[in-house]
């Protein structure tokens, strides 16, 4: 399975009937779970047709917050419904053909005169219901757009596993680096552990203290241990990233594993040439940990 990216955008649009067109664009961005927002440019809800959106998301994404917005176009078969009160105009009429007008008056009336009288015509806009072969329609315009952002979010989630694994090979460097030359930085810690503990001796300090002292450092001094987990999530990192699929999750929490050994690494092992190459590591595992959180 490849891997996704939660950035992307898609749209399309198609006429679903001599009443309707359709245009779709649905957006996505980061999200820790999955979530749909769907708008529409109709004053009326329309449940159904949220219905369909959310179910074409929901069947091709795990995570983001998606936005979609779907606007109905309305043709000429769709137009507002229009009531002539037959009787109320045939009275006005009636009534008007009863006033005495002086000849001099001009009295010219249009059929436009008699409609424009209040309560003569009504307006009525037409309720926006799909029909089954419209929300056929509807359903592959929607399927169309979801697409077009999958491809893209595949896209951009090929390019981000490119700069994991290159970010992550960096930080493999420092291991391989590091752990040949264990024995050698746990002398020198040693060393320093008795320097310091022959300092406390020549202080006359408390017996206590100087047991708790040669404790902390003895336990400095053992950082196999760290190396070994380190290696362990770094492998079992590389292993689901080259699996694919929706891991976005499990990568975040491996990657701040690998920095909290790093961190426990830097605690302990202050010797000269490690402290630069384990702050070039950490980096280099921010950024795999800020890249991975744009994955789905």
């Known amino acids: 399975m490849s891997l996704m990216s939660m950035t992307g955008f898609g749209r399309a649009r198609t006429e ?8 779709v664009v649905v957006r996505s961005v980061n999200h820790r779970y999955l979530d749909i927002q769907v ?6 809800e329309m449940p159904e047709l949220e219905a369909v959106v959310r179910t074409e998301i929901s069947n091709r994404l795990q995570r983001g917050r998606v936005t979609a917005q779907v606007n109905i176009e309305q043709g000429g078969a769709s137009g507002p ?18 006033i005495q007008v002086p000849e001099s008056t001009s009295t010219a009336l249009s059929l436009g005169d008699v409609l424009a009288v209040p309560g003569l015509v009504s307006v009525t806009p037409r309720e926006t219901i799909l029909d089954d072969d419209e929300s056929s329609a509807l359903q592959e315009v929607v399927v169309a757009a979801v697409e077009s952002m999958v491809y893209m ?18 930080v493999t460097e420092f291991v391989d680096w ?16 008795q320097e310091r503990i022959q300092s406390l001796a020549h202080e006359a300090a408390d017996p206590d203290r100087i047991v708790q002292e040669a404790a902390i450092l003895a336990d400095k001094a053992d950082v196999a241990e760290e190396v070994v987990r380190l290696r362990a999530h770094i492998e079992a990192f590389s292993e689901r990233l080259a699996g694919g ?4 999750r499990t990568l975040d929490f491996l990657c701040q594993e690998i920095h909290r050994e790093l961190n426990t690494l830097g605690s302990k092992c202050r ?5 630069e190459r384990l702050v070039d590591a950490k980096s280099a595992a921010e950024r795999v940990r800020e890249q991975v959180q744009n994955l789905e």
């Open 178 to 193: 590091f752990e040949p030359r264990i024995d050698e930085l746990r002398q020198a810690i040693m060393e320093r552990a």
């Open 81 to 98: 419904q229009v009531t002539v009160n037959v009787e109320q105009v045939v009275g006005v009429l009636e009534q008007l053909a009863t």
């Open 16 to 23: 679903l009937s001599d009443r309707y067109g359709v245009s």
């Open 39 to 44: 708008r529409t440019n109709l004053r009326e």
């Open 153 to 170: 979010r595949a896209a951009e989630g090929k390019r981000l596993g490119r700069q994991i694994v290159a970010e992550l090979g960096l």
């Open 271 to 275: 010797e000269p040439g490690v402290a």
């Open 245 to 248: 699929g929706t891991i976005g």
